[in-house]
């Protein structure tokens, strides 16, 4: 299989599995109406969900450097969510719901840090640009997924609607028995505890702890906003279910089809602009929403927030591979740690703050944004492969 139609497979396998997980964005708020649950119980719920996902990516990343046949994990990622999110659909309370949304979040967290290292490895030259890609597929769930299960809402219950969304995952998981056959192997090494701690230490002190809370904050801001957007429009504006969904669709599609070009931008004018550019962008969106303007310019500015902060996130998954400058997998699993389990506090902080007044709950999710681009400026990202090599080349023709 040529690697243009292994990075649309990977693309598709990223859509499929991360269906049933966006369509959470409308289930959950769905949720708190049927359970009569207050805003911080709903972001408790995003919390959970995002943190026992979070459990799975570094072992995910872990294995995809030391096991061959990555192919045969990846195809067990879509069983494992099908069958995670339908035992969730049948949960009779509160706190059996959370534990089993957290349970199958861990087979969509899995999929991420293996695919994106097969990826990140096989094209070091332009990885940010081949994650954009891959990401088009989970930005494309987050656009048609909430949108799907709007109108789906509007005829089923959250048990039913949740029961759907699986389907595509297993779906792929069948298409997979076959993609999997030319998802590159690598050589079967044993972990190595010594390089697993010199790796973790590398994040520890210095710049890799400037990042590490760069890569907190920014997603505390985004994580805020999508946890929060559509409670927001059903409370203060009165939206159904289908126009929740339709409003959201559209704030996501923006930054979900910039993903591929923003990365290809950082790959050839650095990390550090992309990064620092979309989250003050996204704060100073934010902030407009804390003085509550009319509705259409709210819309607007949840457009332009979400958008840049989604388009940055290719860039910011490199920026963690360029850091270390090995071990992708599991480089990549502990940023989605970072990524889905701090930033997942976004959603419940966010909750807190709303039970206090919404535009308490923008101001935090604006800090959160504004602090991510003061980090991501005094963050020194690592160099890229050709700026590497050009050096090199230089080097040696400057000693002949």
Known sequence: MKNRSLLTWFALGHFANDWPVCSLWLIVPAVGIAME????????LFTICNVGGALAYLPAGILADHVANRGRLLVATFWWVAVGYLLAAMAPGFWSLALLLAVAGMGDAAW????TGVLARNSRERRAHVLGIHAIGGSLAEVLAPLAVGFLLAYVDWREALAISVLPAALMGFCFFFVARA????EKTSVNRRDLLDLLSMWRRGNGLRMVAMICLYNMALIALLSMIPLYLADQHGFGPEAAGIAFSTMLIIGALAQPWVGKISDIAGRRPVVVFGNLTAALAITLLVFQPSLWIMIAAMVVAVAALDAIRAAIL???????GRSEGTTLGLAFVLLDGIGALGAVLAGIA???????????AAAFSLGAAALGFVTVFGRQPDSVTAEAASTSASAE
């Open 37 to 44: 649950l207050s805003p911080a119980e709903v972001g408790l």
């Open 112 to 115: 991420h840090p293996i695919a």
């Open 183 to 186: 998802v590159p192997r690598v």
């Open 318 to 324: 490199a920026g963690a591979v360029d850091h270390t």
């Open 354 to 364: 709303a039970g206090f007044s919404w535009p308490h709950m923008f101001g935090l």
